[in-house]
C-alpha cells in the first residue's frame, strides 16, 4: 500500500470553521478518485490518500490539481523508533544518489510528544547512517535533496516533495459564472477563483461562421482543463452571430466592441440568474485594451446587476502568461482560431466611454429579442475531473459511466423561459 500525505495551509486558520473547510477537502479528494480504489481521511493538519501502486497516477493527478493544500508528497511509512527512520531514510538516500544527488539534510517534525526524541534529536540522528557510509554529503543550507520525517500515528519519510494548488476547497465560496474565451486572460481568471474556492460554470459566445468550429473545439479544450482544478466545469455555448450583427448594422463603428461586452454581460446576468451564480467572472486586466479602460470597464459592468469579479485586474500579461504556462492552458490559448471578440473589431475604439452615451446607444440597438433568442438556443457541455480520471485510471464498475460524463453535451429546451 502507497501513502501519500498532503499538508494543509490556509485552511488551519479557519478556527471554529475548521471542520467545515476539512470536511469539504477530504469529499473534494474523494470525488476526483470515485473511480479507483483509494483510501482518504485527514488527521492533525494532513490529508492521507492510501492507494495500491497502479492508482498513483490518478492520485497524484489529484493532489496536483486539489485547492486547499499548499504541498504533497509520496511518503514511505516504518515503525515509531530511530533505528528505523534510519535505515528508511538510508533507502531513499539510496534512490536519491542513483537520481545523482550529492548533499542532503533532514527536516523533522513531531507530532506524537510521547516519541523519545525531539524534532531538533530526530534531525541529528536520522542521516547518521547515510553519512557514516557516505553515501552523501552534509549541506543545511542548498542541498541536493531534503528528507522529511514526520512522527504522527505512524512514521512518515518522504525526500519528494511537491508545492500544493494552495488557497482553500472548492465549493466554500459560492459559484461564479465565468466569461470564457480562447484567449490567455479568461481560464487563468476562472482559476484563481477555484483557488479561491469558488464553483465555476461557463459561458462562452460562438459566432458561427464567422468564428470556426476549431475556435469552438479550443474553448472546450480550455473549459477542460479548468475543470480538472475545480472538479466540474460546465460550459454554455451561447450563439451570438445575430446579435454581433445586428450590432454592426445599428451601432456606431467606435463603439462596436463595447456594444457587445454590454450584450454579453445581458447574456451572462441571465445565465447566472438561471443557475443561482453569485456573481460573473472575467478576465479583465485594466488598461490591457480598449475596452479595459477604468471608463470602458464601468460600462460593461452597468450591463450586469451581479457582482463582477476581475481577478487579473492588476496584472501583467507577463504575469498573467506564467500562471497560464503553470496550469497547462498557455499551448491552448495561443493556437490561431480567433474567438468572437475580434470579429468587426473597429480600428479607433472608444477610449472613455461616457456611461450615459453607452447606455443610449445600447437602448438604440433593439437587440433585447435577439439576446433572449441566443440564451434559449445556449447548447450545455459538462465536464468532470473524476471522469478524466475514470478514462485513463480507473478501475472500478462505475468506470464506465464516468468516463462518459467526463464530457456530455447536454441541448437546452428551445422554449426554455428566462
Keep these: 500500500m502507497v501513502t501519500y500525505l498532503g499538508k494543509l495551509g490556509e485552511l488551519t486558520l479557519k478556527g471554529s470553521n475548521l471542520k467545515f473547510f476539512e470536511k469539504l477537502l477530504v469529499q473534494n479528494a474523494k470525488t476526483y478518485l470515485l473511480s479507483v480504489d483509494a483510501k482518504v481521511h485527514l488527521n492533525f493538519g494532513r490529508l492521507y490518500i492510501e492507494c495500491e501502486e497502479s492508482a498513483c497516477p490518478a492520485v497524484e493527478f489529484t493532489l496536483s490539481r486539489l485547492t486547499g493544500i499548499t504541498g504533497w508528497a509520496k511518503a514511505e511509512v516504518t515503525e515509531k523508533n530511530i533505528e528505523a527512520i534510519q535505515k528508511k531514510v538510508l533507502e531513499l538516500a539510496l534512490v536519491e544518489k542513483e537520481k545523482g544527488a550529492k548533499t542532503f539534510k533532514i527536516e523533522a517534525r513531531r507530532s506524537d510528544k510521547s516519541f523519545p526524541l525531539d524534532s531538533y534529536s530526530i534531525m541529528r540522528e536520522a542521516g547518521n547512517l547515510v553519512y557514516e557510509r557516505q553515501i552523501l554529503s552534509v549541506d543545511v543550507h542548498s542541498p541536493d535533496v531534503t528528507f522529511t520525517v514526520e512522527v504522527r500515528d505512524k512514521v512518515y519519510v518522504y525526500s519528494d516533495s511537491q508545492k500544493g494548488r494552495r488557497g482553500l476547497p472548492v465549493g466554500c465560496s459560492g459559484k461564479g459564472l465565468l466569461l470564457l474565451s480562447g484567449g490567455l486572460d479568461s ?69 462596436t466592441t463595447l456594444m457587445l461586452r454590454m450584450c454579453m454581460m445581458k447574456v451572462a446576468t441571465m445565465l447566472a440568474k438561471r443557475i443561482g451564480a453569485d456573481c ?139
Excluded at 473589431?345 to 429579442?369: G, M, N, Y
Excluded at 485513463?392 to 429546451?413: C, F, Q, R, Y
Design 280 to 418: 460573473l467572472i472575467t478576465g479583465e486586466s485594466l488598461g490591457q485594451v480598449a475596452s479595459q479602460t477604468i471608463e470602458n470597464m464601468a460600462v460593461t459592468e452597468s450591463a450586469s446587476g451581479l457582482p463582477l469579479l476581475r481577478p487579473l485586474v492588476g496584472l501583467d500579461k507577463e504575469e498573467i502568461i506564467a500562471t497560464a504556462r503553470e496550469i497547462g492552458t498557455y499551448e491552448t490559448s495561443i493556437l490561431p482560431y480567433e474567438d468572437c471578440c475580434v470579429l468587426f473589431s473597429p480600428k479607433h475604439p472608444v477610449l472613455k466611454a461616457p456611461l450615459e452615451e453607452a447606455t443610449r446607444i445600447f437602448e438604440s440597438l433593439e437587440v433585447e429579442p435577439l439576446l433572449e433568442e441566443a440564451f434559449n438556443n445556449r447548447q450545455l457541455m459538462r465536464f468532470e475531473a473524476a471522469g478524466f480520471v475514470a478514462q485513463n485510471w480507473g478501475t472500478k464498475e462505475n468506470t464506465e459511466k464516468l468516463s462518459k460524463d467526463h464530457a456530455v453535451i447536454v441541448p437546452m429546451p428551445q422554449q426554455s423561459q428566462v
Design 187 to 255: 481560464p487563468v481568471a476562472g482559476y484563481r477563483m477555484i483557488r479561491r474556492g469558488m464553483t465555476v460554470e461557463c459561458i462562452y459566445f460562438h459566432s458561427y461562421p464567422y468564428t470556426s468550429e476549431e475556435a469552438q473545439k479550443k474553448v472546450e479544450k480550455l473549459a477542460e482543463i479548468v475543470s480538472g482544478y475545480g472538479l466540474r466545469l460546465h460550459l454554455n455555448t451561447i450563439p451570438f452571430t445575430q446579435v454581433q450583427m445586428q450590432i454592426k448594422k445599428k451601432s456606431p463603428e467606435n463603439y
